[in-house]
């Protein structure tokens, strides 16, 4: 069966530190990969999706980045962050067969910026 | 991209029926429907999807309009574990695998 890994769970980091936040799939290859943030008491945020390795789709501009160095491999990235950076990240898989699209989310990455 | 509209919050008793509704009046002829929810802290969990036909899994079932222009997920039985933020999601052309949450309904069970 598949499944998703995300971590690390809490983070607490300063304004202007780096970020990693990395995600791993199992149980299946290509998968679509999708990092979602969730602000406080808000919805859902579709920040970058990935059909492929080295395959990066950003969906709004902003102090992220995203890379797939491997297959089943997602990491989330940022060289400093801001305040604005806080919330819950999700990353998700899906399987690239033809109809819709059923996405499977990790646990989640709670970042608090300070 | 198409949108949906679902009431900010619902109430339900413990061992009834609920009925969340979502209008989906611009959808598209090869949307598809689906329905997400979210427990506190942890990430959405996949209920249902369908595209024309009434759909029923081991979670709920998703009543589809004859139109197309609202549907109807259906706990048959809520207990408090349903308690939840549920999203109803459309899911096609330009958006194609990748869902974009809006709100949600948030639902109370009452024991």
């Known amino acids: 069966s598949q499944t998703i890994h995300q971590w690390p769970a809490t983070l607490v980091q300063p304004v202007g530190s780096p970020l990693s936040l990395e995600c791993t799939v199992e149980g299946t290859s290509n998968p679509n990969l999708y990092w979602y943030r969730q602000a406080a008491g808000r919805g859902l945020q579709l920040l970058f999706y990935?059909?492929?390795?080295?395959?990066i789709s950003s969906e709004v501009p902003q102090n992220l980045s995203a890379s797939r160095p491997q297959d089943r491999q997602f990491i989330l990235s940022s060289k400093k962050l801001l305040l604005s950076d806080s919330g819950f990240y999700l990353c998700?898989?899906?399987?690239?067969?033809?109809?819709?699209?059923?996405?499977?989310f990790g646990a989640g990455s709670r970042l608090t910026v300070l | 991209d198409a949108k949906t509209t679902q009431p900010n919050s619902m109430e339900s008793n413990e061992e009834e029926p609920v009925h969340l509704p979502c209008n989906h009046s611009t959808i598209s002829g090869t949307d598809y429907i689906h329905w997400y929810r979210q427990l506190p802290s942890q990430g959405p969990e996949y209920v249902i999807h369908g595209l024309t036909s009434n759909v029923n899994n081991r979670m709920a079932s998703l009543a589809i309009a004859e139109d197309r222009k609202s549907s109807t997920l259906i706990l048959h039985r809520a207990t408090l574990r349903d308690a939840a933020v549920y999203y109803c999601?459309?899911?096609?052309?330009?958006?194609?695998?990748?869902?974009?949450f809006g709100q949600g309904t948030i639902l109370t069970v009452h024991p």
């Open positions: 990935s059909v492929g390795i080295g395959q």
């Open positions: 999601i459309l899911e096609g052309g330009t958006s194609y695998g990748k869902l974009t």
């Open positions: 998700a898989w899906s399987g690239t067969n033809s109809g819709a699209n059923v996405l499977t």
